[in-house]
């Protein structure tokens, strides 16, 4: 099986500028979470979608917005980006919703905020 | 906010050793769960160990449980170069519903 994929690999904004990254999770994985992870803060949980429905969400501004499509496809979009967004972001792709089971990564997008 | 701690922050050692590292935890929780990530890349899961499980293994790892003192080890054992990396522990707080990762411990496997 095709593992999880990210696009784009690497992304340079400007502040106040939009951005969506994308995931393709693993087939017949229904769960996709995103994670932001910096130097300083570490990993942290941005949300997960499950067939189409955002189940949980972490502690991030509204800024951050994410969408998943009936192929289980997920999108991630940040608006009027600051400079402490720069951050890898990471998206992971499992069976179950929640934390019943082991997750899968993609490799990451890094996001550069100038 | 992170649920978990990992000690040390840094571990370097050479290869043929053992490593080990620790977890620490705040709340109660469903399961905990140890990861890998090379270098800024995406993290690969290691193992899963349950609540009530005290002790798993999987090849040259070996996870302890300690639910009364909330934490947990990872052993690697014969280590090698290639184990160069950063590992954390994800716990659910006991709600099901999402992973917190620890801080991370960065190994080094000297040849």
Not at chain 2, 5 to 11: G, I, M, N, S, T
Not at chain 2, 13 to 38: D, H, P, V
Not at chain 2, 40 to 46: A, D, E, N, S, W
Not at chain 2, 71 to 82: C, G, H, N, P, V
């Amino acid at each position: 099986k095709a593992g999880v994929t990210q696009t784009p690999r690497y992304l340079i904004k400007t502040r106040g500028q939009q951005v969506t990254l994308s995931c393709s999770p693993i087939s017949g994985h229904r769960s996709v979470s995103w994670y932001q992870q910096t130097p300083g803060q570490g990993l942290q949980f941005l949300f997960e979608y499950f067939s189409e429905t955002q189940r949980n969400k972490g502690n991030f501004p509204g800024r951050f917005s994410g969408r998943q499509f009936s192929n289980s496809r997920s999108e991630m979009n940040v608006s009027t980006l600051e400079l402490g967004d720069s951050a890898l972001y990471l998206c992971a792709s499992s069976l179950a919703s929640g934390t019943i089971g082991e997750q899968y990564f993609g490799p990451g997008t890094r996001l550069t905020v100038t | 906010s992170q649920q978990g701690e990992e000690d040390p922050q840094a571990l370097s050692i050479q290869e043929g050793e053992n490593a080990t590292m620790n977890c620490s935890y705040k709340t109660s929780i469903n399961n905990l769960q140890w990861y890998r990530q090379n270098s800024g890349r995406g993290l690969v899961h290691l193992i899963l160990i349950r609540s009530n499980e005290r002790e798993k293994h999987s090849g040259r790892l070996r996870v302890t449980l300690d639910t009364s003192k909330k934490s947990s080890s990872l052993l690697i054992t014969a280590s090698r170069a290639a184990d160069t990396a950063s590992y954390f522990c994800a716990t659910d707080e006991g709600t099901g519903n999402q992973f917190y990762f620890g801080t991370g411990t960065s190994l080094t496997v000297i040849p």
